[in-house]
């Protein structure tokens, strides 16, 4: 079978493509593989992991920071290249597949539904960069491809969210995709708890710029039922073919990022039994086998420092490579996190401190969300994790070159104080979320916490160090193949097209 793979934003679209776009050899019976393929693209897999993740929101919110002296993300230096790779994964590999259900599935259908969850998603995280994108009519064989207003698109991903869920409710004993979904295998109530936890992030995305709705979403999914075991959450298995692999494992092969002094001042100051999980000790042996890493934002000079070399970081744990004979093997087979039930506890606890009607306190959900996510990676000794939960440890001095302080004062056990409540709830869910740099760079925007370190040095002068990156610039290659959407586009940001405009959710 072939596919035909479209972009929703290339001039002379129409004239190249009439016909095809209607994807008319394409037959119903073949839907579950097109599915699948949007699934494994929307997870990032491969070499697609690294301009979509590595480069932006994994450094952006300090999960990693960068060991390569010609790679300058970590500056805030964002070549069109890398943010096209993000963009055209999306345009490419999951709208046109996604469209053809859409387009060969009743509205009514739990096949729809699916599609429909996962257009969300997708579109989600693409905006959350962006700001405006085309959305409406993405996908469409037009020559000029509109964008859509941020709050006109999130107000449409609430209405599909909510459609979904009503569809799959009347359709409990279906199995949409079956094995060709590669997240649930077709089990119609775990999807609901997917959908609503969705709608629950999404919600609280909003809840600065538009808390009354907010509100009302949050509650509403909370009601529909979120995510609140393990064998709730949400990961794309890799299937191995074509080159679907892990993309954080094939990342890690290249040597090019490793641990951050965030997630050691944090992770070691609070003697977190993830530090083992999440990293490894570094490669050279002088150093005792310890977990080391380095701040954001190193220039050259900086990165050739022999305290700052690869071996002398952590690379990421064994989850997604190992050490074998002196050097990297990915484990590309590990499956693809896309969303987990320890999150749903924190936004919980975040809306809770709110008021909002949330099942039970902000205090019980905040330790929830670290039990959840204690056990997510293994950690099963409930001594050591109700030992960790009533800890007065602070994140710690990572002892580097810089001299650089403890991250922030941030105590595990919950306060009583409810400035410090909500500090301490987006430093755990900021753990927790790891290593899903997209979702942590838009938690960060979004609440301004937790205080992490500045990047040490700025190669944009308009974002000096000190100061947070919120989006990223409009394409240029956009400019050049769909410009007067591009034009109209720049109206709908709430300032110039530069990395310091907020998106429209981010009002802190």
């Known amino acids: 079978m072939s596919i035909i793979i479209i972009s929703g934003c290339t001039k002379g679209f129409e004239e190249i493509n009439t016909d095809q776009t209607r994807l008319t050899t394409i037959s119903i019976t073949e839907l579950p593989y097109l599915f699948s393929k949007a699934q494994a693209a929307v997870s990032s897999s491969n070499f697609t992991y690294q301009p ?9 919110c300090q999960y990693f920071a960068v060991t390569a002296t010609f790679f300058p993300s970590d500056r805030y230096f964002l070549t069109q290249t890398r943010m096209s790779g993000n963009w055209s994964v999306l345009y490419s590999q999951v709208v046109p597949q996604l469209k053809t259900i859409f387009e060969l599935t009743d509205p009514g259908s739990p096949e729809y539904a699916l599609a429909s969850i996962m257009w969300v998603h997708t579109f989600h995280r693409l905006s959350d960069y962006w700001g405006p994108v085309p959305y409406f009519r993405a996908g469409e064989p037009l020559t000029t491809i509109p964008y859509d207003s941020q709050e006109d698109i999130y107000n449409d991903f609430f209405k ?17 995709f079956g094995n060709f979904d590669l997240i649930y295998a077709g089990n119609v109530s775990r999807w609901i708890k997917y959908a609503n936890t969705l709608k629950l992030r999404l919600a609280m995305r909003i809840s600065k710029v538009n808390p009354q709705k907010a509100k009302i979403e949050a509650e509403s999914a909370l009601a529909g039922g979120v995510m609140t075991d393990n064998a709730d959450n949400a990961s794309v298995i890799k299937t191995l073919n074509a080159g679907d692999n892990n993309g954080l494992s094939q990342v890690s092969l290249f040597n090019e990022i490793r641990m951050s002094a965030s997630m050691e001042s944090v992770l070691k100051g609070y003697d977190d039994p993830r530090l083992a999980v999440y990293f490894q000790p570094v490669t050279d042996n002088s150093l005792g086998g310890t977990y080391e890493g380095i701040r954001n934002g190193l220039i050259p000079v900086q990165q050739n420092l022999p305290a700052n070399i690869p071996d002398r970081v952590s690379n990421v744990g064994t989850r997604w490579a190992i050490r074998s004979s002196g050097a990297w093997v990915g484990q590309f087979a590990a499956p693809e996190i896309i969303m987990v039930a320890a999150e749903a506890y924190f936004l919980r606890a975040e809306a809770a401190t709110k008021g909002w009607a949330m099942g039970q306190t ?11 996510s204690m056990r997510q990676w293994g950690i ?5 994790i109700d030992n960790y939960k009533a800890s007065l440890a602070t994140p710690v001095a990572p002892g580097d070159f810089l001299n650089s302080p403890p991250m922030n004062d941030y105590p595990i056990r919950f306060s009583s104080d409810p ?9 755990q869910k900021w753990i927790a ?6 979702e942590g760079w838009a938690e960060l925007r979004r609440t301004g916490l937790p205080q992490i370190y500045p990047i040490v040095n700025s190669d944009v002068p ?6 947070l990156i919120r989006r990223l610039l409009l394409l240029d290659i956009e400019k050049q193949t769909n410009g007067a959407a591009v034009t109209e586009a720049l109206k709908l940001l709430k300032g110039p097209d530069l990395h310091s405009t907020r998106v429209w959710w981010d009002v802190q």
């Open 52 to 60: 979509s993740n590595t480069h932006f929101g994994n450094l952006f």
């Open 419 to 427: 400035v410090m409540q909500l500090k301490q709830i987006a430093q």
């Open 362 to 372: 902000a205090q019980v959900l905040y330790d929830s969300g670290i039990d959840r």
């Open 160 to 176: 599909r969210l909510n459609a979904a869920v009503v569809v799959l409710r009347t359709n409990p004993n279906a199995v949409p």
């Open 433 to 438: 979320l790891y290593p899903d740099g997209r």
């Open 462 to 467: 308009y974002l000096p160090s000190g100061t």
């Open 380 to 384: 099963t000794n409930q001594v050591a």
